[in-house]
C-alpha cells in the first residue's frame, strides 16, 4: 500500500509537534480572554495559523493537529486538577489565579502534557522551557517554569524520576 503524503523525518515532526506546543499555550490564553470555546479557537488556529502564510511571505509553523487538540482538550477537561497541581508547585501566596497569564496558559499545556503518557516529562520540561525563553527572553520566568514544571512533572509521573 503507498500513500501520497510524503513521510516526516523526525526533526520535522518535533518541530510541528513543539509549534503546536506553542498554538496551545496562545489558544489557552486566547480562551482565557475572550469568550471563545475550544472548539472555535482549535479552528481558527488550524484555519489561521498552522502553516498560514503572513506579512511579506513569512510562513507560520506547521503543527500537529493531534497533538495540539489532544493539548486543548486535556487543558480544558483537566483544569481543575492542573491548576491545584500547579498551586501545589508554587508559594502559597502565589496561587496560579496570581500569576501571568501567559504563564498561567504555559502551566496549563504543560500540566495537560504532564497528565497523559504521550511525552517524557524531562522531555515536557524541557519544551516548555523553551517557550517561556521565547515568550520572557530578557526575564527570570524561564528558571521559574523550570522549577514549577519539575515539581508538576514529579507529583504527575513519579515513576518516571
Known amino acids: 500500500m503507498t500513500t501520497d503524503a510524503p513521510s516526516l523525518s523526525g526533526n520535522q515532526k518535533r518541530k510541528m509537534r513543539a509549534a503546536s506546543r506553542l498554538y496551545?499555550?496562545?489558544?489557552?490564553?486566547?480562551?482565557?480572554h475572550s469568550?471563545?470555546?475550544?472548539?472555535?479557537v482549535y479552528l481558527e488556529f488550524?484555519?489561521?495559523?498552522?502553516?498560514?502564510?503572513?506579512d511579506d511571505g513569512v510562513e507560520m509553523m506547521e503543527g500537529d493537529p493531534d497533538l495540539f487538540r489532544l493539548l486543548l482538550d486535556?487543558?480544558?477537561?483537566?483544569?481543575?486538577?492542573?491548576?491545584?497541581?500547579t498551586d501545589?508547585?508554587?508559594?502559597?501566596?502565589?496561587?496560579?489565579a496570581r500569576i501571568d497569564p501567559t504563564l498561567r496558559a504555559l502551566f496549563r499545556a504543560a500540566g495537560a502534557e504532564l497528565m497523559g503518557d504521550e511525552t517524557p516529562p524531562r522531555?515536557?520540561?524541557?519544551?516548555?522551557?523553551?517557550?517561556?525563553e521565547t515568550f520572557f527572553p530578557e526575564g527570570?520566568?524561564?528558571?521559574?517554569?523550570n522549577a514549577v514544571l519539575d515539581h508538576m512533572a514529579r507529583e504527575a509521573r513519579p515513576e518516571a524520576f
Not at 24 to 32: G, K, N, S
Not at 35 to 40: H, K, L, T
Not at 123 to 132: C, D, K, M, W
Not at 140 to 145: A, H, L, Q
Open 24 to 32: 496551545a499555550v496562545q489558544a489557552l490564553f486566547q480562551m482565557e
Open 35 to 40: 469568550d471563545q470555546n475550544v472548539n472555535a
Open 46 to 54: 488550524l484555519d489561521h495559523r498552522f502553516g498560514a502564510e503572513v
Open 74 to 85: 486535556r487543558a480544558v477537561d483537566q483544569q481543575r486538577p492542573i491548576d491545584q497541581m
Open 88 to 96: 501545589r508547585a508554587l508559594v502559597a501566596k502565589w496561587p496560579i
Open 123 to 132: 522531555v515536557v520540561i524541557t519544551e516548555y522551557v523553551g517557550l517561556a
Open 140 to 145: 527570570k520566568e524561564p528558571k521559574f517554569v
